[in-house]
Every structure is written in structure tokens, then in C-alpha cells.
């Protein structure tokens, strides 16, 4: 089994709930495919799950989600998204954007932008960034059973309108 784990340091700023914002995280992203990722698309199934530590009006949130596609090592995966976080006081936000992907200093960066069309802080503006390997350099693609988990580290900025 390949795992990549990737470090990135994220400073979270101490006066967020003074400076307008609603929830300020970190977190981290555990995925895993099955199969295992390789060169070529095939039918995989993408199992993830989200922890979050936060300032602001909540302390900590998780969510999940599974998806059936066709992937590989060399497809990023960016376009629409809804998701729903479910907050430590067990409130919830469901959250609809788009997702870019980008390759930065040798890093998958995916920025999610959006908004809060249900729940806690509905209305509210929000911005994920996901950090975490480049998928495509990996040795991992090339041999069974190919790339079958990853982790990304992130920040999620939730600001009212």
C-alpha cells in the first residue's frame, strides 16, 4: 500500500472572530481510492473524511463523502461541490461552490470557494484551501496497486456577507 503524507504549516491568526469572520479552521483531509490510483482511468471508488479545529462561533466540525468515477493519477478533480459540515454543537452547514485545482511548489492546491446555502451561517461566504501531494509525480501511480490513500492539510475561512 502507497500512503504520501504531506506537512504544511499553517499559522491560524488569533483575532479572527474580531476581524468579521464566522469560523476560522485548520483540518485535515483523509483519502483513500479504491482501487488504487494508477496511470490510466478506471472506475475507482474515493473515500474521504474532514476534521476541522476552528476559532469563531464553533470549535471544531467534520464531514465525509464518497464518490464513484473514473480517475487516475494524472486527472485533477476540480468543477462543482456541495458539501454538508457538521459542527461540534451538531448544527450543520451545507456548502455549494467550484474547486480549482492548481500544482504549487510541488503541492496539490485545491481552493474552494463558495457559499453557505443551508444551515449555521447560511448566506456567509467561504473559502477552503486543501494542500497536499502531486498526485502525478508520484512513483506510486506506476505499480499495484497503485496510490490508495492520501492526506491534505487545510484552512477554511467562513465570512459573513
Avoid: K
Amino acid at each position: 500500500m502507497a500512503v504520501l503524507t504531506v506537512t504544511v504549516t499553517v499559522p491560524l491568526t488569533s483575532t479572527v472572530h474580531a476581524a468579521g469572520v464566522d469560523a476560522q479552521c485548520t483540518g485535515t483531509q483523509h483519502i483513500t481510492y479504491s482501487p488504487g490510483l494508477r496511470l490510466l482511468n478506471q472506475t475507482v471508488t474515493t473515500t474521504g473524511s474532514t476534521t476541522y479545529n476552528c476559532t469563531g462561533q464553533v470549535t471544531s466540525g467534520h464531514t465525509s463523502f464518497t464518490a464513484t468515477d473514473s480517475r487516475s493519477c494524472l486527472s485533477a478533480v476540480g468543477g462543482d461541490f456541495t458539501t454538508t459540515i457538521t459542527w461540534n454543537d451538531e448544527s450543520t452547514s451545507t456548502i455549494t461552490g467550484t474547486a480549482t485545482v492548481a500544482t504549487v511548489a510541488g503541492n496539490t492546491v485545491v481552493t474552494r470557494t463558495g457559499t453557505v446555502t443551508a444551515g449555521r451561517f447560511q448566506g456567509a461566504q467561504v473559502l477552503e484551501v486543501a494542500t497536499g501531494p502531486t498526485i502525478a509525480s508520484l512513483t506510486a501511480c506506476i505499480m499495484a496497486p497503485g496510490l490508495t490513500s492520501t492526506n491534505e492539510y487545510l484552512t477554511l475561512t467562513i465570512t459573513p456577507l
